[in-house]
């Protein structure tokens, strides 16, 4: 007992010699004046102490988590200095786009730049996203972490401190949390990255959904669009995911919305997503639209939260590096944001079919000979980008088919949700899965025969088994459905090659309007398009789901560039025996064995 007593006195002294003689961590003490918004630049100051040689470049983000671009925010930069303690100027030289050198970095204890804000500044390629960028109104502040701040080298993982100058009448949100002095706090940079902030005039709405706090922020440019109203359709998603994630893997969650005259989409964290969507009023339809994609963003607080590989944790913010799991990040996210309102009751069977539907076209728009690991390795590289999507979709495709396959070798005990909730708990949001061998690990969790199912469909392209799984639920796939109708057709098939829309096929009456094989659409009705990005095809898609609405007899236009030279064509709209492609459908005499899996793959096990 004594030699015990003395290990333990020995011990605690050791320890506080190692606390009186290491060297104190300093936080990185950020302060940002929102209050001067006129010039379009964020003033941003940090204060820092014990740089070392280590620590002599100043680093700005190449890119950023779940965005899948490059975004060099260096390029950003107007003006950037460092100061001594008495505030004399040091010498600090720019290296690179993102990297500043400090010459003298032991007596740097201020470092102070003017950042450009993206929404309103031109670049000649890689133009951020605008929910992942900034925008400074004089009634609102958009304000991404990765599009304002930056690091020394060596600090990335140091805490942080962010004071905020803004207008009083001002709400802001945030996941973030405040402590006793104001300053918002965060772990690291790779967290005040993962922290997106709305500021200005905003309306705010909280519940709490089974011990989680949700918070929502709106900004509407106009006022009609309110929180609390947002909050109201939003609940009962969050009430279906509480029961398909047995429980929320989050104590706080919030959402933050930018309504006005711009339209991107949403952008993913782990506490927290930010959405800019072009203001309409707001209707049940309205509504509905961003209930649906805020589902998925939401859904995120399991992967990559709480699954994901080494390379994404920590993240490398100076060399854009890829993870070939995008189908587990967002494939698997974007099944489980259907599947969630499917097994909730929010939407029926045959609007869940519908969505597979669609889903598959979009497959078939894109190249369906690039493998989903191709594509997500791919993924800051052009050909990578022009096939992101259908990591969306391709991706949600296969997820569906691993959860029926799951399901049909465990005799319906346990399917994709069962198998997620199970890696959930072997790694966690501190313990990320080896790259390289997460393949093996699945198969290890599940069964021999998904080592076949992984190769054939996601390191290899080859075509989706439909029919084959689908028919074990009593479930029918049709690649192609005569109705028995008429039907109006557009009368012309594209393709998207190197981001440009490029005729395919077209009908004589087409030809007779002056339109040729191979002939590059640069707008539709007038409106430019932009394929080069996942939002810009989404839009596509978008603007053709609306013009397939219209009946025969009516026109639409194209503008096509033929030999350097641009001519809009006057396209009719044809008629034709109607066919439907890509039919999920129910059979009219299931099986009782495929009920039975039907009814288990219907509902939360």
């Not at 029918?476 to 459905?481: F, R, T, V, W």
Request: one cysteine or more; proline letters at 4%; charged letters at 20%.
């Amino acid at each position: 007992m004594k030699n015990i007593f003395l290990v333990l006195l020995f011990t605690l002294f050791i320890s506080k010699l190692y606390f009186a003689f290491a060297a104190p961590i300093h936080p990185l003490v950020y302060e940002v004046n929102l209050n001067d918004r006129a010039d379009d630049l964020f003033k941003v100051t940090l204060q820092v102490k014990g740089l070392t040689k280590a620590n002599a470049i100043y680093q700005f983000a190449a890119t950023a988590p779940g965005t899948y671009q490059i975004m060099d925010m260096g390029r950003y930069i107007r003006s950037f200095h460092s100061f001594d303690k008495d505030g004399r100027e040091l010498k600090a030289v720019r290296l690179s786009t993102n990297q500043w050198q400090l010459s003298q970095p032991e007596k740097v204890r201020r470092i102070q730049y003017t950042i450009a804000e993206t929404w309103d500044t031109s670049v000649t390629d890689h133009q951020i996203f605008t929910m992942c960028g900034t925008s400074l109104e004089e009634d609102h502040v958009l304000l991404n972490g990765q599009a304002v701040f930056g690091f020394p080298t060596g600090m990335q993982n140091l805490p942080i401190l962010l004071k905020l100058h803004y207008p009083s009448d001002w709400n802001v949100g945030t996941a973030l949390e405040k402590n006793a002095e104001g300053y918002y706090m965060a772990h690291n940079y790779d967290h005040l990255t993962d922290s997106p902030i709305l500021a200005g005039n905003l309306s705010t709405a909280s519940l709490v959904v089974a011990g989680t706090q949700v918070d929502v922020y709106v900004y509407s440019q106009t006022g009609k669009i309110q929180a609390g109203q947002l909050l109201h359709y939003m609940e009962t998603m969050l009430q279906a995911a509480r029961h398909f994630l047995r429980q929320l893997p989050v104590n706080r969650y919030t959402f933050l919305f930018h309504f006005g005259d711009q339209n991107g989409g949403g952008w993913e964290h782990n506490y927290s997503s930010g959405y800019v969507i072009k203001e309409e009023m707001f209707t049940n339809a309205f509504a509905e639209r961003i209930t649906y994609l805020a589902t998925h963003e939401f859904l995120h607080i399991v992967t990559p939260l709480h699954i994901h590989s080494e390379v994404i944790a920590p993240f490398n913010f100076v060399i854009p590096t890829p993870s070939q799991h995008l189908w587990l990040y967002e494939g698997v996210t974007e099944w489980a944001s259907h599947m969630m309102p499917l097994r909730g009751g929010m939407i029926d069977l045959d609007t869940y079919l519908n969505r597979l539907s669609k889903k598959v076209e979009v497959d078939k728009s894109l190249d369906t000979t690039m493998s989903l690991s191709k594509i997500s390795l791919a993924c800051y590289l052009p050909q990578g980008q022009q096939q992101s999507w259908n990591v969306y979709n391709r991706g949600a495709l296969l997820a569906g088919l691993l959860d029926i396959r799951l399901l049909d070798l465990s005799g319906g005990r346990r399917g994709l949700r069962e198998v997620i909730t199970e890696l959930i708990k072997k790694y966690g949001r501190d313990k990320p899965f080896p790259e390289n061998e997460f393949f093996t690990l699945l198969v290890e969790m599940t069964y021999p025969e998904i080592a076949d199912f992984l190769n054939r469909y996601v390191k290899n392209a080859e075509p989706l088994p439909f029919t084959d799984y689908y028919s074990r639920l009593g479930i029918c796939y049709i690649p192609a459905l005569a109705t028995g109708r008429k039907t109006s057709f557009l009368g012309v098939k594209f393709e998207i090659v190197a981001g440009k829309l490029l005729v395919s096929n077209l009908s004589k009456a087409l030809q007779q309007a002056g339109l040729q094989v191979q002939d590059q659409v640069v707008k539709l009705n007038h409106i430019p398009l932009d394929l080069a990005t996942p939002q810009g095809i989404a839009y596509y898609n978008s603007l053709m789901d609306q013009l397939k609405k219209r009946i025969a007899g009516q026109t639409y236009y194209l503008t096509i560039r033929r030999n350097n030279k641009e001519e809009t064509i006057v396209c009719p709209i044809l008629e034709q025996e109607e066919i439907k492609n890509y039919v999920f459908q129910i059979s009219s005499h299931p099986t009782p064995e495929q009920l039975h899996l039907r009814s288990i793959w219907l509902k939360n096990l």
